[in-house]
């Protein structure tokens, strides 16, 4: 295992940064008011959002579709869903060859009328360019949308490539981050309304590399400072003062008017970042991954834990878990076939108060079968991430539905989310491959001694209305 530390933020970042001291001092109303980020129907349960985002539609290859299917005392259900596309009503937009409607997604009740909106990133619309979605909740579920206008379209490409929800302005309203191939991430803020948009724009400028076709891999929101409000963390490759290139994840604390810079992560970034409380402190904190995917070959990876606190979030990993990491299940393989860390999710399994983080491992081989994928729990403790407890989930586990195939990619997304209210987090694994590349979603309760295949669902993207041989539902999820 590397050592490794967060290097001064002047050192790494072009000017144009400052970092705080101290953390905001604003504590606002709540930002949204729908009962959750993710409730879209109201009812008071999560729901859980799917991309597909090579579906057919139309007839157009790899237009891209979103599958919503909704929270409820016995979970989530195929029967109970919507599917949207930019073919449905009151959607804007036509789906195209190409567009990849899904390609991110992102949730909040961002015109504060009690059901939470879905915006969907679509990087693939006009060419490359890029557009950004937002779907409205309500009663009856999803209905309608309007587009995000792209207000720097010269600058970058694959406008909608990373989303993430809060309010990172400290107005108690809801704010929408949208990340590009460009050097900054535009931050629309708060009073969306189903007419206007938003209500003006900000922006941060994290330096990232322009023109890196990676761009801002991915945002996460999360409170690491507890101070009421949300607080930004950009997942790319960055350029130093010196020209160099580094990958990790940038931190920005919320603050009146825009958030401000903390400090860098450094070689934590180069899949993703979540936020969630994994030791029970009321302060969110970050777990990222070192893992790189690219063109279909993997390396073995790992999992750090950054724990949160009054003044942001500690430079140094609190821990850093590898599958050859005491208590982890299974064994580190060789490069391009494991990817641990690929997928990330953090959320609590069995209510114990720490959260947990479920880890996709797609590109790991089972029995004879390679790529077919794997699941790790890792467990939340008073002290951080543990491998401790940590449990291994694949296909061929007694009670999931199916059986492990070559190529499955099991684990290309996860999420834990309570879907039948019974406040302990279910877990929600995509196969991005599964059938020849349709995809499929399964879904693994919570309980009191953790995750149980005892009420366990799996759905094909047949069986939800989506279409397409490429199709990939469960390629995400929306976090």
Do not use: C
């Amino acid at each position: 295992m590397r050592v490794r530390t967060a290097a001064p933020l002047a050192a790494l970042l072009t000017a144009g940064l400052v970092p705080l001291a101290t953390p905001a001092s604003a504590t606002p109303a709540p930002a949204v008011f729908a009962p959750y980020a993710d409730d879209f129907n109201g009812d008071g349960y999560h729901d859980l959002a799917t991309a597909a985002p090579g579906a057919t539609v139309g007839g157009r290859s790899r237009a891209g579709a979103v599958v919503v299917t909704y929270g409820s005392a016995s979970g989530v259900r195929a029967s109970h869903r919507t599917v949207v596309t930019q073919n449905s009503a009151a959607v804007p937009g036509t789906a195209e060859k190409g567009d990849a409607f899904g390609s991110a997604l992102a949730s909040g009740d961002l015109n504060r009328d009690g059901y939470a909106d879905l915006v969907v990133g679509a990087d693939g619309e006009n060419g490359g360019a890029g557009t950004v979605t937002i779907l409205w909740g309500s009663a009856k579920g999803l209905t309608g949308g309007r587009t995000v206008p792209d207000p720097a379209a010269s600058s970058h490409h694959r406008f909608g490539m990373s989303l993430a929800v809060g309010d990172f302005t400290a107005d108690g309203r809801a704010d929408l981050a949208v990340g590009s191939t460009g050097a900054d991430v535009q931050i629309f803020r708060g009073g969306f309304t189903k007419t206007h948009g938003a209500a003006s724009r900000t922006w941060v400028v994290p330096s990232l590399a322009t023109g890196d076709s990676y761009g801002s891999r991915s945002l996460a929101a999360g409170d690491i400072n507890g101070n009421g409000v949300d607080d930004l963390v950009i997942s790319g490759r960055f350029r130093t003062g010196s020209g160099e290139y580094v990958d990790g994840n940038l931190v920005y604390l919320g603050a009146d008017s825009r958030p401000k810079a903390l400090r860098m992560l450094v070689d934590g970034g180069k899949q993703r970042a979540v936020l969630g409380d994994v030791n029970g402190d009321g302060y969110d904190d970050i777990v990222t991954s070192d893992v790189l995917v690219y063109n279909d070959t993997a390396g073995p990876g790992e999992v750090l834990a950054y724990l949160g606190g009054a003044h942001g979030v500690s430079p140094t990993p609190q821990a850093a878990l590898t599958q050859d990491s005491p208590g982890v299940p299974g064994a580190t393989r060789a490069p391009g076939t494991s990817s641990f860390g690929a997928a990330l999710s953090v959320g609590d399994v069995d209510g114990d108060g720490y959260a947990d983080v479920a880890v996709g491992t797609p590109y790991e081989g089972v029995t004879a079968a390679p790529q077919t994928g794997t699941v790790t729990l890792l467990r939340g403790s008073a002290a951080g991430l543990t491998g401790e407890g940590a449990t291994r989930w694949t296909q061929n586990t007694p009670g999931v539905p199916d059986l492990n195939e070559t190529d499955d990619f099991w684990g290309s997304a996860v999420r834990l989310a309570d879907l039948d209210g019974d406040h302990r987090a279910d877990l929600a694994v995509g196969a991005r491959h599964e059938n020849g590349g349709q995809g499929a979603v399964w879904t693994l309760p919570g309980s009191a001694t953790g995750l149980t295949t005892t009420g366990a669902v799996s759905f094909h993207a047949a069986s939800v209305g989506v279409s397409g041989s490429a199709a990939g539902l469960g390629s995400l999820f929306g976090q």
